[in-house]
């Protein structure tokens, strides 16, 4: 995609309340415009997580999913209708962005991150939104960008609850909050809001990233409790033998 240097009388009119935000402004938008930011999930997670970076003007949007949409998908999926059950998600995801916003670039990756393709994708973006939802993936993911220095947000659900990080080069990263895999357990829920309340969030990460603005949640984790309606930030040490250290 070609890069910008100027907004256009349309792109001003569209993205007006937040080109009009302090510290945001003309310049923020561009950035935003100008950035490739990678999805790895259409899912739960990735719904919103799409859709708000769709809505905010980000130029490039990859999403890299191998799934096809299910019926028991729709409770918390919100990127995709009835209509799409059977089709594949990244599909489905990539005509619903467009619907909302027809300037984007929208890259669709129809298979899921394995070892063999995840550094040939990861290496194309500048920011990487993890919305899976298994621990292979998530190592997988905070792995390849700790090797590669490209910053990500890590983003977990479970029942009511939830939680998220960025990891950019030189903070703590997934393997400093879990040395190993933890166990699989039961797939259980999540209540369908959950999703939506930590895909924001994690849309709003990768926005502050490309924009500087704001503070990231480097080492540190917030979790959110939606029962009691509680959010916590935790501190994330940097473990001395984690693999982020020995990438400097």
Not at 185 to 208: C, F, R, Y
């Amino acid at each position: 995609m070609k890069s910008l240097n100027r907004l256009t009388e349309e792109e001003l009119e569209r993205y007006r309340r937040q080109v009009i935000l302090p510290d945001f402004g003309p310049e923020g938008q561009l950035k935003l415009l100008n950035s490739k930011i990678l999805v790895i999930g259409a899912g739960g997670l990735g719904s919103p997580v799409l859709l708000y970076l769709a809505a905010a003007g980000v130029g490039t949007i990859g999403v890299i999913d191998g799934d096809v949409v299910d019926r028991t998908n729709l409770q918390r999926q919100v990127i995709h209708m009835t209509s799409d059950i059977s089709r594949p998600k990244v599909e489905s995801a990539r005509e619903r962005m467009l619907a909302l916003n027809p300037n984007l670039n929208v890259v669709t990756h129809a298979m899921f991150l394995t070892q063999e393709n995840a550094s040939e994708v990861i290496s194309q973006y500048d920011f990487v939104i993890d919305a899976t939802d298994s621990f292979d993936a998530k190592f997988l993911i905070n792995d390849t960008c700790v090797a590669l220095r490209k910053p990500y947000n890590h983003g977990a659900i479970y029942q009511y609850q939830g939680q998220t990080m960025t990891i950019v080069p030189g903070t703590a990263c997934y393997r400093c909050l879990f040395d190993s895999m933890p166990e699989k357990g039961d797939v259980i829920g999540p209540l369908g809001v959950v999703p939506g309340i930590l895909g924001t969030i994690q849309a709003t990460e990768a926005i502050k990233n490309i924009t500087g603005i704001g503070q990231l949640l480097t080492n540190r984790l917030l979790t959110f409790d939606c029962l009691s309606m509680q959010f916590n930030t935790f501190s994330v040490l940097r473990r001395h033998d984690c693999r982020c250290n020995l990438s400097i």
